[in-house]
Each structure stands twice: as C-alpha cells, then as structure tokens.
C-alpha cells in the first residue's frame, strides 16, 4: 500500500519543465526582496551605462584626436577614461544585491538558464577581468613615453576593451531572457542558440546600448560643470557651455532613439495574456520621458550663460522613465511566469509530501526492527562492497579467509578493526572500527557459518567476552607487512 | 536532480570551483584583508617620521593591490558564486536562502569597501594638502581595513557553515547557522594568515620597489618583520585551535575509525606545511629584524611562495573534510539532501528527476538510464575519460584488461560510502544501479563521453509517469484504487 500511495503522491510529473523549488522558507518578504532587485538593479544598470558609455567616448575621442590631431578631444578622452575606473567597480558591488535577490526569488529559473548557457556564462568572469585590466592599462600608460609615440597601439587598447565589454550585456539577456520561457528550455543546446529563442535579445542590447551613451551624455553634462574640471587654458577651441552643449546633444540623439527602439522591444515580448498593468506604467515612463525631452531641447538652444539651468529637473523626469521601465519589466516577469510558478510550486509540494511520507516510513520501519542483528544483512551493506564468498573482488574471497578464523569470529573483528596487509596484490583494506564490536562479530560469525568454518551453531550473540577475545592466537598468524 | 546538469566532462567540475577559489582566496586574504592595515600604517609611520619615502612606498603597494584586487579580486569574488551555482544549484540556493542577511550585510561592507579603496587610492595625492586632510586619509585607510577583515568574517561564517552547520539542522536560523562551531577558530587562523602573507607580499614588491636607496631598503624589511613578528603567535594559536578542531568535527559527521584515517594524511600534510613554513619565517622574518643587510633578493620571494602554498593546502583540507557533504548533515555533494534518501532509494531519482531521458527502467533504455543516473549521481565528482573518470576508478578496483563482474560492481556502488566515506551513498534505487552499472560497462568499452547540459541540451523527462492530467492530493482516499 505505501509504495502505491507514493506513487500516487507524485501524479503532477512532468507538467512543467521547471524544477523542482529548493524547499526552504523565503528569508524575508517576497515584496521586500522584490523592492531590493528592482531599485538596487536599476543603481547597478547606472553605473553599468557609465562604464560602458565612457568606453565608447574614450574610444571615440581618442580616436578622433589621433585621426585630426585635437587637443581637445585627447583631454576629453582622457578624462573620460578617468571616470570609467570609479564606475566599472561600482557596477560590480552594485551588481551583487540584484544578483542575490535574483538568486533567491527566481532561483530555480535562474538556475537552470544559467547551466543551459554554462560555459558562457561563466566566461563572463574573464572577459569582464581582461576588459577591466585592460582599461588600467590603458589609462595608466596614457601619458608613458612608448605611448604617446605609438598612439594607435594605446587605442587598440581602448578598442579591445570595449569588444570586450559589449560581450557582456549579451551574456545577461540572454540568460534574462531565457529564464522567463521554460518551454523554450528543451530547444536550446548552448549559448547561441539561447539567444534567439525569440526576438528580443537583439533589441533589449540597443536599447540597453543607447541608455549607456544617454546617460554618460548627461553624466558628462554634470561632469564638465564641476568646478574642479579646469576649462581655460587647457582646451583650445570649446568653453564649458560648449562641452556641456555637445553632451547634452549627445544624451538627447540616443534619448530620441528610444522612442523607436523601445518599442522594438515591447513589440519583441512574446507574451501569454493582456498586460495592462504593465503598459500603464510604461506609458507613464514615456510621458516623463516627453517632458525631459522637451527640456533637454531648451537646454540645447540655451544661451551660455544659462546653460544646464534645467539640469536637476531633466534628470529627475528620466529618472522617473527608468523606475517605471524597470518596474513595467518586473511587472512583465512575474506575468509571464504564472503559470509555470503555479505547476512548479504545486509539484514542488507533491514532493515534499511524497518526502516526508517516506522519511516517515523509513522511522517507523526502524523503530519496529531496526535492533535485530543480522549478520548477512550486515555483511551486505559493509563487505560485500569489496569481498565476495567465492570470487576475487577488490579483495580476498572469503572462503580463503574464513580458513584462518577457523571457530575464531573474534579474529576477525580484530583484523577489521585495525587491518595491516597481507596482500599486495590489493589495496590496503580500510579499518572498519566505526561499525562497532557488536555488529562485527555479527558479521564475522556469519562469515565463518556461511564457509563452513563454524563448529558451533549458535545464532549471531554478541559475544562480549573480551578476556578471550584479545588473547586470540590469529594475531600470530597475520604477519603484518 | 532538479536543475538542468552543468558538467565538464574533461577537467571534472571541481576544477573550476577550485581554480577561481583559489585564486580569490590567494588575492583577497594577503593583498586586500592583510595589506590595507599594513599600508595605513606605513603611511602613518611616514607622516609621523615625516619620512616622504614611506608615503611613497606606501602608495606603490596600493597602487598594485588596487588594481588587482578590484579586478581580479572582485571578479573571482563574483566567479566563485556563478561558478558554485553551475556546479551546485542546490547547494548555493539552500545556502542563500539561509544566508540571505549575512550576504545582504557582507554586500553593504563590500560596497563600503570598494568605495574605500577608490577613495584611499585615488585621493592620495590630493589629500596631501594639510595636516588635517592627511589624516583624514589615514583614516580612510584605517576604515578601508576594518571593511576589508568585515568582509571576510562574514564569509567564513557560511564557509564554516557548510563544513558543519552545528545546531543549524535542529534548529534553522541564520545565527544558529553563522554560529558554527568551526567559525571562529576559522577566523582566529585566516586572519593572522592574511596578515603575515601581506606582509611577504610587501616585501616581495619591496625587490622592485626599493632598488637603489640601500638604507630605506633596510629600513622598509625591518619595519615589515616587526609586522610579521607580532602576527606568527596568533598565526600559531590560530593554527592548532582550527587543527584541533577539525578532528572533533569530523567525528560528529563521519565515524570515527575511518574519518581519522583519512583525515591523517591531510592533517599530516598540513602540519608539515605549517611547520616548514612556519621555520622559514621566522628564520627570514628574524633575519630581516636583526641584519636585514643580509636579505638577498631570493630570500624575500620564498616565504611568499610558502605562505601561498599553506594557504592553498589549508584551502585543500577545507573542501576534504567537508566530504561526503556540500552542507554538512543536510545536503550531500551530490546535491540530495539526506531526508531525500529514503523516498529516492526506494523509488527511484528517475523517477522525480526533472531532465531524463527514461523513468520507467527496460532492458532496451537501461543505458541510457544508467546514463541519467550517473549524471545525476556521480557528476559531481567524477567524469567519464577525464579528471577523476568513473572508468578509471573501476580500472584500478577491477583491472583494467579484466571483465568487470557487473555484480560485484553492484555490490562497490551500494556500499561505497562505507568503503569511501567521502562518497555519498548512492541515492537510488536497484534498478537503477543496474542501469548504471551498465553505463559504466558501456563507457569502458567505447570510451564515450558525457557532454553537460550547457552543450547537449535537456531532455524533459517522458510523460509515460504522468498517470493522470488530474492532480489528486495527497488525502485524497479513493485515489488508490486507480493505481494503473
């Protein structure tokens, strides 16, 4: 009747693709933990953008200062690249939380996307580290001697680190993208088939690509107005209305761009019911989005002395745009996933039950005979391992040993316990103390019985008698090597 | 079982867990948690002596433990976690599920830590100025130091966890878990370790750093053997508390005959590493107090390279105690936990495995079931042809020109935790031994491999189980008569 019931227990098999859920208790709140992945990922996207951004004006600017010779643009490259080293840190301890509450409420999609892409994924740890090496490299040999004569070779550097770097947003979508389709699972085999189980990698990277330059743009805007970032006498052709009027241009094209590539995006999500909740928010994001632009108009066509007046209330809009995009993303996850949490959470229940009732089984059978000592049985689950009665295994058969402990189980208890090697044709046999005098010479009168070499016929009785016992005659027939 | 098997079938998977650790624990303990302190207080020397060559020196050595640390150094950080959770799902999602807090406060001291480490590097000659700023950038380093060792004690807190939970599987909770009983002499060892092996390392940059000023030089090697000095006794207190430690340990996890048996050898090289180590250092560390004239280049760079090796080692005998388990007493290193056992032997792991490509056990699918066994039972550790090959194992039982008993194989497998205390037993059930036995026999005969999931995709496992679209709970009464 258990095994039957056991079975029945288990009926939901197989609905889902998804695994099993770790059965431990979530540790906190799901809504908290869900608060900390969305705001501490959207800090983490921040400095991602600024890293990947100034990578591409650092690249950028130096190049064009090699190809036309100006000052200017090799000072901007310049202190571009100084900024990327503050960032490029920041984007990996910021990238830790999100990563933690990832790992805790999406666990076992995450997971299991992860293994699909295995050996990419974890390739995201090199390529990371060689594009990080290499951007201190590049910054640290700016004004070396060597350098500043090879000056396509110090670029190269630069370029090398931004191919790098672009790999790595790729590695995350997909690997986002791939947890939110189980039923696409079984179709993948490796990294680049995971990329387009549908169509909306591609468009999530530029969409990802034009934030980080429109957001170094308008991080730049900030920069060059810092009072300590000296302008006279080191530029030559642009003032500071000028640079913060370029970078403002720059944040402003690659805003604009958004306005056709997100849509790409929400047009690419495959989806499996109306998502209103989620096109309300977004659609409050683009309304904040139209404002800022409107104001990132004025600002371009401000005069000089006012310029960057409306710096403060542009970044607050779009800071807005990008809460509400990433929660309209949340809100997208958690919609998308539904059905397969509510399979996987039921059959994770299943098999907890089915878990718990044999546990119980397993108690009970214990309790009612566990006590008894059966030598065979005994044998089985510690010797039969390496020794069989009448073949040669990893060790001796026992017909062959038994000869030796002829009416002499206590024997070979003492052997077990500490054995030396007769043999060398084997392995050294490993002590077998742990299993208790007791049991042994259980064991051991099963032995001598089951090879005939028992005289008496007692049943298996613990024989406790240790006066006899160590003075067993066998230790003068074991020359231990 | 659950989750989809990432496995590398050549180089085994323990590999790349051990390779980014490694390189982790050798970058982070003596470049960031050892060498923060020591630098601040080479800065505080300089300004107290108004020595500028200190200052200078100072600064070099950050400058190479800054570059490494926030690349090298947070990135294994991030590898060892993505690695673990390739390699071991289960594991790393149990653990974060316990360790939620703990890992959230580490990630606020290391965001702490990395801001710290901006601030001290890259504000070191603007902060030059007055006499007040220079002491607010001492202080910076003072407060990136403490940052540093939070992060670290909060790590080996889980590490200490895993290796034995204590009174965790009694009673679950974060601070009975953290508590660990093998926490603080954990800590007690690590942390003197990260200290000596900083100030190696200081002087092994010391040979590029200070070339021609022969004075300073002398100076520089005697002010880090002072440093060494005051931290090789905690290091030996630290030492015999941990060693002492781990037998006791081990006894509560494994039994007693054999867990000291294997743990012998291990302690014995651990021993002998420490003490040769231990002769060196203080030998080089008193020479360089007493006539550090007589330092020759070389002799700067040996204790460097023993100190790694005992920190390797030591890392060595963390991952081996640890054995059979992945979290002790809850979760083997296959990733079943133990109260799975007794439904998995007696039913199946097929049978509640999410990817296989059989449930139902034939004659004609028993190898590619012995094949989904051993994927789930024994990837963990073994390979097939490669590192740590399952074939290789039998190979040296059995003979490799020799036909292998298939009943004597059995037989191994059902009983290897107890030969092999450091195996898990295997997990299911008779059928699907033979299943793998099987496999195995296969394997030797063609030589054929086992690619991973990350490669060769996942195979849902078949329907045929599914008896009923009807889900039945678990009290329903009338379901057993509809057994098919």
């Known amino acids: 009747m258990t095994t039957s019931l056991l079975n029945l227990l288990y009926l939901a098999q197989s609905q889902t693709p998804v695994p099993h859920d770790i059965p431990l208790p979530l540790p906190a709140d799901r809504g908290l933990i869900v608060g900390v992945l969305i705001a501490m990922f959207l800090v983490h996207i921040l400095f991602v953008n600024l890293m990947l951004g100034g990578t591409i004006l650092t690249a950028f600017f130096q190049g064009r200062s090699i190809l036309k010779g100006s000052n200017d643009d090799d000072i901007l490259a310049y202190e571009i690249a100084k900024t990327i080293t503050v960032s490029k840190s920041m984007a990996v301890v910021m990238g830790v939380a999100p990563l933690l509450a990832i790992n805790v409420i999406y666990t076992v999609y995450f997971y299991s996307a992860n293994a699909l892409t295995g050996y990419v994924w974890i390739g995201l740890v090199p390529t990371a580290m060689t594009a990080f090496l290499l951007l201190y490299l590049h910054k640290y040999t700016w004004h070396s001697e060597f350098m500043l004569k090879h000056r396509k070779l110090h670029h190269s550097i630069v370029m090398l680190a931004l191919a790098l770097l672009l790999c790595v947003p790729f590695i995350f979508l997909t690997n986002i993208n791939l947890m939110l389709f189980p039923d696409k699972w079984e179709q993948v085999n490796g990294f680049f088939s995971a990329m387009f189980i549908n169509h909306n990698v591609i468009p999530r990277f530029l969409h990802f690509f034009n934030a980080s330059l429109a957001v170094t743009g308008l991080f730049m805007v900030w920069y060059v107005g810092l009072p300590s970032f000296k302008v006279e006498g080191r530029f030559t052709d642009s003032s500071r209305a000028d640079l913060k009027r370029r970078f403002y241009k720059l944040a402003t094209i690659f805003t604009l761009m958004q306005f056709v590539i997100g849509p790409l995006v929400w047009l690419t999500l495959p989806r499996n019911m109306e998502m209103v909740g989620m096109n309300v928010v977004l659609t409050i994001g683009i309304i904040f989005a139209v404002i800022a632009m409107i104001l990132l108009a004025k600002e371009i066509n401000a005069k000089d002395e006012v310029i960057g007046a409306s710096f403060k209330p542009i970044v607050l809009l779009l800071s807005v745009t990008v809460l509400c995009m990433g929660t309209g993303r949340h809100m997208y996850r958690e919609q998308i996933l539904i059905p397969h949490t509510d399979d996987m959470e039921d059959e994770t229940a299943i098999y907890v039950k089915s878990r718990d009732a044999a546990l119980e089984l397993q108690r009970l059978n214990e309790a009612a005979g566990g006590s008894a000592l059966n030598g065979e049985l005994l044998f089985t689950k510690t010797c039969a391992t390496c020794h069989a009665m009448d073949k040669v295994l990893a060790a001796p058969p026992l017909i062959d040993v038994a000869k030796t402990y002829k009416d002499n189980p206590q024997g070979i208890v003492t052997w077990a316990k500490a054995p030396g090697r007769k043999r060398k044709e084997f392995a050294p046999m490993p002590a077998m103390g742990h299993v208790g005098d007791e049991k042994l010479t259980a064991i051991a009168e099963y032995i001598l019985k089951a090879t005939g070499n028992s005289t008496e016929a007692q049943p298996a009785e613990p024989t406790t008698s240790k006066a006899t016992g160590d003075a067993t005659p066998s230790t003068s027939t074991q020359p231990v090597e | ?484």
């Not at chain 2, 004690?153 to 009694?170: E, H, Q, S």
């Not at chain 2, 020479?287 to 204790?303: D, E, H, T």
């Not at chain 2, 190898?367 to 073994?382: W, Y």
């Not at chain 2, 394997?443 to 195979?459: C, D, F, R």
Request: aromatic letters at 12%; one cysteine or more.
């Open chain 2, 1 to 484: 079982m659950d989750f989809p098997i990432f496995h590398m079938d050549w180089a085994g998977n323990r590999m790349l867990i051990a390779v980014i650790a490694i390189i982790h624990v050798m970058i982070n303990h003596p470049m960031a948690v050892g060498m923060m302190p020591l630098i601040t207080l080479m800065e505080y020397f300089g300004f107290k002596t108004g020595d500028k060559r200190w200052d200078t020196l100072a600064k070099k050595i950050l400058f190479i433990c800054f570059i490494v640390t926030t690349t090298a150094g947070a990135l294994t950080g991030v590898g060892i976690w993505l690695s673990t959770s390739l390699i071991n799902p289960y594991a790393i999602g149990s653990l974060i599920r316990i360790f939620f807090w703990a890992w959230f406060t580490e990630w606020i001291i290391f965001v702490l830590e990395v801001s710290l480490i901006l601030a001290y590097y890259l504000l070191w000659d603007k902060m030059q100025g007055s006499i007040k700023s220079k002491l607010n950038h001492i202080r910076i380093g003072l407060a990136l130091s403490i940052s540093s060792w939070g992060t670290m004690a909060i790590i080996v807190a889980i590490l200490g966890f895993m290796m034995d939970p204590g009174d965790w599987t009694k009673t679950p909770g974060l601070i009975t878990g953290a508590l660990n009983p093998l926490y603080l002499p954990q800590l007690a060892f690590r942390t003197p370790m990260a200290m000596v092996g900083a100030g190696l390392f200081a002087w092994f940059l010391m040979i590029f750093f200070v070339k021609k000023d022969r004075e300073f030089r002398n100076k520089a090697i005697r002010f880090v053997s002072i440093w060494c000095i005051c931290w090789l006794p905690l290091l030996f207190v630290g030492a015999m508390w941990y060693h002492d430690r781990i037998p006791q340990m081990m006894q509560g996890n494994i039994d007693v005959a054999i867990a000291t048996q294997q743990w012998a050898n291990q302690s014995n090289n651990l021993l002998w590493i420490t003490w040769v180590s231990a002769v060196v250092v203080v030998v080089t560390v008193t020479i360089g107090l007493l006539k550090p004239n007589f330092m020759p280049r070389v002799a700067l760079l040996i204790p460097f390279i023993l100190i790694i090796a005992m920190l390797g080692q030591f890392e060595r005998v963390r991952e081996f105690i640890r054995k059979p388990y992945v979290i002790g007493d809850y979760m083997y290193a296959n990733g079943i936990r133990v109260e799975d056992y007794p439904l998995l032997q007696s039913e199946g792991i097929l049978k509640y495995a999410t990817y296989a490509h059989v449930r139902e056990i034939t004659e004609d699918n028993k190898v590619l079931a012995g094949q989904d066994v051993f994927n789930i039972a024994c990837t963990r550790c073994h390979t097939t042809q490669g590192v740590n090959s399952v074939v290789e194992k039998f190979d040296n039982l059995y003979g490799k020109d020799k036909t292998w008993d298939p009943a004597a194989m059995s037989a191994y497998i059902k009983g290897m935790h107890n030969a092999r205390p450091f195996m898990p037993p295997f997990p299911g059930n008779d059928k699907e031994l033979d299943a793998l036995v099987a496999y195995v026999l296969q394997i030797k005969e063609t030589g054929e491999t086992l690619p991973g999931m990350q490669s060769a995709g996942i195979v849902i496992a078949p329907e045929t189980v599914r008896r009923s679209p009807v889900r039945i709970s678990a009290g329903d009464a009338d379901a057993s008569n509809v057994t098919p």
